[in-house]
């Protein structure tokens, strides 16, 4: 068996070769001219990847990290803010929100399905929110919400829209300046393709106009330090070197394929995902008119806690898939087609699929799941 | 010339090849059996070099952040905290209170100085502080503190102690429980051989009493959660997996050596730039009764801006040394003596040092400076 297991798992990811390299170089200094034109390589290298010519800044953190960056730098207590949750990675910017004071109205929807631009406009009618905060691609249940459609019922309300990208970006497209989305978070260990370390923020005009007035505490996360900082091409704090030179390698892989090649790989892996699924005889969980192209969340047959199914995939294959969480743990699994991956790991994990369920007694037949990527694959 | 540069400033310092090679394993996954053991080992291998049994931490962040931990947990706004301000980075623990609300008294020290408990007294009965905030090493300067002697001062009146020892854990002896410390703070990239990216917060009893009425509002940083997944084997966030399997090569390497010959290696180092910087007819800018062992500020010659000195150093040399900060510039350099490095890199640096000042017209006879590193060697 392979030493190295695949992770098909939403986060973190298969790490490039050249990441793997640059990760282990010695470290450079961070207040020195090299760590400049890194840092600008990087910020620049970013920017098609959320759709901005405004400014993106490198946090070392872990994405939630970022994600609290994103609330505090730009809300005040006692703000009035409409959270949509769509699962346990949607619900986190309105924990973080309401931590600090804000006054957080929950927009909750069913899980597997996506918040519709019409209830956000009826409850955003009723509560006049300072802010909307919402995930694009719910990993928890492979939902991918229409942030240009929600983006714009909060426009109307002049309301600030704070996105959670983390398990998106660079693998589902996002356009920040089209979309009118004022904050837009992510972090390095999904489609970036690096270990988790870095969290990104990228922040509209409107959104500094916003810091400026925001009352909540921040010094770690003080996103205007960041941006003074990197004028002279700096971080405020020591950051992660060893991964920014890592993540100038992505930059540069991503160029070399192209970002529009990029996504169209990523939704032929999401395509090839659900089709081979579902020619198992498996139900997607998620609505699929939402379906997420960078994680599917498959329902576990009749009787089988999918506990044990992923914990087979993990013994027999070496490779990694997610379990579900929270109420829904025992009855999904989840796999992960994000970032250093194609079709063939999408094969081979299809195979250990059927494979463990086959084990497991669950008749399945892997030629027609097979079949169906193949068709998937024709069709590109 | 080598390619690698020599990292003779106070951090990022010289990686251990097992950590380089450590850094660029694939990922593993965070909420895996594998991880749980992984932040066993290097929890457990931690705890000697912080010289606590008591609970040690570990953050994906700068240092920086791990110092806003170490404070947003413990106090409320309002609370009564003296802030120790010996440099730079005295300060960081004193802005970060005031930033979440803390009445900030500062105790000023002159650059160069420690903090005497006398002084420490006579605030402490006037302002009867909740918390005392201060750094052990002082990296702007090269003074190292006693923590001891100002943590008994500071719990005669009740305060918790907040101990920054970012730039000294690994390098210079520290024994929490012993001296009645309730929280400390460390990082990654300076004694303990990784980049920067992992911080680290160590917890007493008494502080983990203070966090149930601690009222600054805090998420990403929660040192409960942390300490509620931790029980559990996990990180609340994903943690960056990487730098902790090099953290574990990190607690490997420590415990071969042994942690007391890490400490005299230290000291030895401390010793040796001293000696060799005086031989040099070069003045040490800190108070040698409170000279540090991980980095030594030397006064630039008179006339000579520090900052074309280790320019000249650099370019010439390809090792890195650092100039002043802030009131500083120009005026001191600092070498960084810590983690992977011994008196060969030292010999090498004070080589550099040496020839560089010749270069730039100041005399001096390097051979005085060697012979003063000899001395320390053979007096190990």
Known sequence: MNREPLLMIPGPTNLPHAVREALGQ??????????????DVCTEGLKPLFGTDSDVLILTSSSTGAMEAGVVNFLSPGDRVIAISSGKFGERLGE????FGAQVSWLTVEPGRAATPEVLTALAADRKPDAVLLVQNETSTGVC???????????????????????SLGGIP?????????????GSQKALMLPPGLGFVAVSERAWQA??????????????EAKKSARK?????????????ALAEVVALIQAEGLPNVYRRHHQMGEAARAAVQALDLALFADPQYASDVVTAVESPEGLDSTNLVKHIRDEHNILVSGGQGDLKGKIFRLG?????????????????????A?????????????????????A
């Open 96 to 99: 973080i929100a309401a931590t």
């Open 359 to 379: 084990d497991l007694g669950y008749q399945c037949t892997v030629e027609a799941a097979l079949d169906a990527i193949e068709e998937v694959a024709a069709n």
């Open 145 to 167: 919400q229409d942030v240009a459609a929600l983006a714009e019922v909060a426009n109307s309300h002049g309301a600030l829209v704070i996105v959670d990208a983390v398990s």
């Open 26 to 39: 010695p470290s450079i200094y961070h207040r020195d001219s090299e760590f400049a034109q890194l840092l």
């Open 211 to 224: 810091v400026e007035s925001a009352q909540m505490p921040r010094f770690y996360f003080d996103l205007q």
């Open 174 to 186: 996002f356009e920040m300046d089209d979309w009118s989305v004022d904050v837009v978070i992510a």
């Open 337 to 357: 087609h994000l970032g250093c991956a194609g079709l063939t790991e999408m094969r081979r994990t299809i195979q250990a699929v059927a494979s463990s369920l």
């Open 233 to 245: 091409g700096q971080t405020p704090y020591t950051p992660n070197v060893n991964m920014m030179v």
